[in-house]
């Protein structure tokens, strides 16, 4: 047999396919971790984009002057009298079992999730006038101490579990009363266990 002959029946030896095939399964684990990786970002995205509009929402809020609707005799004078917006007397959902490894979809009726504390004036998620219409795959409060004076607190929470597992991953948005009676929230959020 000639060079040329001996040339056209030589293939891949065993050893050389066994390579190929772990650097494909090595790529094709690196694209799964991958994946997954940027689906729980995206799920994330949800609660850091929601939290930091319920603390603008609340920064308004706040800013608004809300003293009493009586006329002056004149003379007289009214201070500025700002507020924090009371917590609410339920979550959004109510049960973090409603978001257990899946979505939410909120009510938009009077008297409903973020609506729920509608007829109570300068309380939760009607007086921030935040509210989604679409699925959700957190659970969103907030909570408020001494609302009217310096060095009261907000804090809005989101409470996930995107694997179903019944472990909550928690993000925390903090705000503060300034001495000043300006409304500052933390430049970052607090994250707890982001991806369960």
């Not at 030896?13 to 690196?30: Q, R």
């Not at 607190?153 to 909550?168: F, I, K, P, S, V």
């Amino acid at each position: 047999m000639g060079p040329s002959q001996r040339k056209g029946n030589e293939g891949f030896t065993l050893i050389e396919l066994m390579i190929v095939v772990a650097i494909v399964g090595i790529l094709a684990v690196l694209a799964i971790y991958g994946v997954r990786k940027y689906l729980a970002n995206a799920k994330t995205a949800e609660a850091r984009n929601s939290l930091g509009q319920m603390g603008k929402d609340q920064a308004t809020e706040f800013e608004k002057e809300s003293m009493a609707g009586v006329a002056l005799a004149p003379g007289a004078v009214a201070g500025v009298s700002r507020t924090l917006c009371l917590a609410p007397t339920a979550a959004v959902p109510a049960s973090a079992d409603s978001i257990k490894g899946q979505k939410y979809q909120s009510s938009q009726a009077a008297g409903a999730d973020w609506n729920k504390d509608q007829a109570t004036a300068g309380t939760g998620f009607a007086c921030l006038k935040f509210a989604m219409d679409a699925p959700q795959y957190y659970m969103y409060n907030f909570a408020v101490t001494t609302p009217t004076a310096a060095a009261g607190t907000w804090a809005g929470t989101a409470q996930g579990d995107l694997n179903g597992d019944g472990a909550l991953s928690t993000f925390t948005l903090n705000g503060v009363i300034q001495p000043s009676m300006t409304f500052s929230l933390a430049p970052n959020l607090v994250e707890l266990n982001p991806e369960e």
